[in-house]
T-cell receptor
């Protein structure tokens, strides 16, 4: 079965420092991977995706993610964190269901950026 | 586009009552999804529709839960009778046809069953 794991429940980083939110995946076949962000009292927002092509994917709000096939990882990164980046981040992998591909989400990682 | 619109934003009801959650997807999106989010279980897919047809409802927890999509612009999730363990945030999401599209989520309905 397709799945993703987010090994950290929480990540703390100081404003201005680089941040990494980790995600590893387990799939049979080609992985289709996504990152979403959830701000308090809001629904999830799409950040970026990897379907095929370059291993470094750039997304919204200055975030990027690196697809690493040998390590089966898709870590989310940003060179310089902002306090406003504090939110819940979800990694997802597309899973076949009923003839369509739908995302299976990780448990989420809470990112806290300290001023 | 106003995005995915859910109503109500908050619902407090007594155990045993019927609860109906509503969703208006983005116009032109072929897929509609209902998710439930709790601290214990994270995000759970309850059911999804393709062109108004329910495709996979294996995530619906019990017969007390039902979902309909009578047309392309409206869907409901009903719980009857409601129980305290149904308390959660329920999200509706939609997306166009195609593998690479991200989902657009609504702001959710926070349900509290007392």
């Amino acid at each position: 079965a397709q799945s993703v794991a987010q090994p950290e429940d929480q990540v703390n980083v100081a404003e201005g420092n680089p941040l990494t939110v980790k995600c590893t995946y387990s799939v049979s076949g080609n992985p289709y991977l996504f990152w979403y962000v959830q701000y308090p009292n809001r629904g999830l927002q799409f950040l970026l995706k990897y379907i095929t092509g370059d291993n470094l994917v750039k997304g919204s709000y200055g975030f990027e993610a690196e697809f690493n096939k040998s390590q089966t990882s898709f870590h989310l990164k940003k060179p310089s964190a902002l306090v406003s980046d504090s939110a819940l981040y979800f990694c997802a992998v597309l899973t076949e269901s009923g003839g369509s591909y739908i995302p299976t989400f990780g448990r989420g990682t809470s990112l806290i950026v300290h001023p | 586009d106003a995005g995915v619109i859910q109503s109500p934003r908050h619902e407090v009801t007594e155990m045993g009552q019927e609860v109906t959650l509503r969703c208006k997807p983005i116009s032109g999106h072929d897929y509609l999804f209902w998710y439930r989010q709790t601290m214990m279980r994270g995000l759970e897919l309850l059911i999804y529709f393709n062109n108004n047809v329910p495709i996979d409802d294996s995530g619906m927890p019990e017969d007390r839960f039902s979902a309909k999509m009578p047309n392309a612009s409206f869907s409901t999730l009903k719980i009857q009778p409601s129980e305290p363990r149904d308390s959660a945030v329920y999200f509706c999401a939609s997306r166009p046809k195609g593998l690479g599209y991200g989902y657009t989520f609504g702001s959710g309905t926070r349900l509290t069953v007392v």
